[in-house]
């Protein structure tokens, strides 16, 4: 039997819940996620950790030949409990392309009253407010506030508080910067989170057919279209694996 070392992918928009019926997520699809489980299977068993949100869509004909294994999951904390417990056999990477929010819901309050502060740009208000719960927030409030707690970055527990030793395949989004910026923004990020690679982009550059990326590691950077992004990146993982190296 063919022995294949075991990747971690996590994939799709993690959603946060606002109340039983409400959450607050992003669009993402997880395509991005699927397609680089389809690549890195040519050599690789895959776990991967999915939104419920996303459409499973893999290649249908000639299947790879690495086991692909689907894990569901909703918030960024039920994400994060799933990949503790799968880094404890030390996979041989893992692919971070989930999008998390950066922070989770924890109160909800009605506005009673607003008044501005002064004339600073941007405005500042005194509100005054009142906290509303239930299980479904009513609809007949004027206005509303949700307050958020920032939740930790899974990426920097793997390194920081797992112990994980693999290859950590870190992604990043920005906008309103000049990819010039980009680069600048994602070395440093990849460095602070000990990742041994990072995919950075804009959402200028995220269209599926015109969009593009950039790969940046420690010899260096460079940008690779949208279509290839997946096949680059499993090239990569394939070619640290058979040099040996370490993280």
Known sequence: MTHFPQVIITAGGAS???DAVRSWGNPFTGRTGMAIADAVREFADVTLLLARSAVPSFKTSQPPPGKLTLRPYTTGAELAGLLQHLILDQPAAVFMTAAVSDYRPVKIV???SEQRIGSTSPPQYL????EIGGSKIKSDYEKIA???ERSPK???LLRFEWGYRGFVYKFKLEAGITEPELIKIASA???????????ANTLDMIDENTGGAW???????????RSQLAAALANDLRQRLACGQNP
Do not use: F, N
């Open 215 to 225: 790969i940046l590691d420690d010899a260096g950077q460079r940008r690779v279209d």
């Open 16 to 18: 946060e819940p606002i």
């Open 127 to 130: 509100w005054t407010v009142e």
């Open 146 to 148: 949700i307050v958020g």
């Open 154 to 156: 899974i990426v920097d």
């Open 189 to 199: 990020s990849r460095v602070a989170s000990k990742a041994d690679v990072m995919v």
């Open 110 to 112: 009605k506005i009673c």
